[in-house]
């Protein structure tokens, strides 16, 4: 079946990333997908060598509509599609379905409104597809072959490969943030205990190179600058490292599958409304912990947005380590979003 999938690029590339694993995630399982997308520019790093079965068209004008939509229709994050491409479906002896994938999110909204149909004036018909963190959701990204990667995969020749050697007792911690107020404390935490810091492209790096100075050292912490990652690299430096900090959607998705200990920085919203989304997915994420530590991973979210100053040590610890690996085996039960669509566009049809 021909995809299409639409994707306008906001800000931090976050959209083009989802969307790019997700596009790459159907062709693996037979599917043809066109990604048109307004601003491609982050694919030169983040995947460099495309994949088969995708192809990336820019966002197309009116006229320049020639392929008319043909199977699926996927509208990411509520992009908005081109009208020419809207009449085009109207006028369409079949129309595709179309789907409009929603963020992520752990509230209850998601569960309801999955899978509902929304008419439209046109007489077209349009399905939302909510991923999650439940079976009453539909699921997260994630290959075929993630677990055999992980467990074939060895750290220890990742860093060196890329000039990096753990001392001794050193926790490794990737940073990968919005600006951060928390970083501060953290660092002058870090500082005390053997910590090597692997600093990914972004403002929080930024941040950091500021408040470190060009040695990118204080006490028992230094800070490694990683050049720019592909997917696949990023998702090593995840299993590379003992504690990882992530933001937005994609990030934070693959640091779950990493099963390692994280922090997520969710991408702020004007009117506060991220503050919910944060806590619903704690509550989720927390459910059935052992108190002192749900105690201390809920500080830990809340420092890294702001919600309360940062005053918990911030690292790794054995408890928190399996928790993780149980709350990913619980994720893994589940079907993943590329298989849900694909069986619900199949059974739609």
Request: net charge negative.
């Amino acid at each position: 079946m021909q995809w299409d999938l639409f994707c306008r690029v906001i800000d931090n590339h976050g959209d083009i990333g989802v969307c790019w694993r997700l596009a790459t995630n159907l062709a693996a399982r037979g599917a043809r997908v066109r990604l048109w997308i307004d601003d491609a520019g982050a694919l030169a790093w983040m995947a460099p060598d495309g994949s088969p079965g995708v192809t990336v068209r820019p966002w197309p004008t009116d006229d320049e509509l020639a392929d008319a939509p043909r199977d699926v229709v996927i509208e990411a994050f509520g992009c908005e599609l081109p009208p020419g491409l809207v009449q085009r479906m109207v006028a369409a002896e079949r129309a595709p379905l179309w789907i409009n994938l929603e963020y992520l999110s752990a509230e209850r909204f998601a569960e309801r409104g999955h899978c509902l149909p929304s008419p439209q004036p046109n007489g077209l018909r349009k399905w939302f597809f909510y991923p999650g963190f439940s079976a009453k959701t539909g699921g997260l990204i994630r290959e075929r072959d993630l677990l055999q990667r992980q467990q074939a995969f060895d750290a220890g020749a990742w860093l060196a490969a890329r000039g990096v050697r753990r001392g001794a007792d050193e926790q490794i911690v990737s940073l990968f943030c919005y600006e951060q107020a928390a970083l501060p404390a953290w660092l002058d935490q870090w500082s005390t205990a053997p910590t090597l810091l692997l600093l990914t492209a972004g403002q929080a790096t930024t941040q950091v190179r500021e408040l470190l100075g060009p040695a990118l050292t204080r006490g028992a912490l230094r800070a490694v600058l990683v050049p720019a990652l592909t997917q696949r690299q990023y998702d090593e430096l995840l299993w590379a490292s003992d504690l990882n900090l992530v933001r937005g959607e994609d990030s934070f998705v693959r640091a779950q599958w990493a099963g390692k200990p994280f922090v997520w920085q969710i991408y702020a919203q004007d009117d506060g409304a991220h503050r919910a989304k944060l806590d619903a997915f704690l509550a989720l994420f927390l459910a059935g912990a052992e108190p002192a530590l749900a105690v201390q991973v809920r500080a830990a979210f809340h420092e890294c947005n702001g919600v309360a100053p940062a005053t918990h040590v911030l690292a790794s610890s054995d408890a928190w380590r399996r928790h993780c690996i149980g709350w990913r085996d619980r994720l893994l039960a589940q079907s993943d979003l590329a298989t849900q669509l694909l069986g619900f566009v199949a059974e739609t049809s």
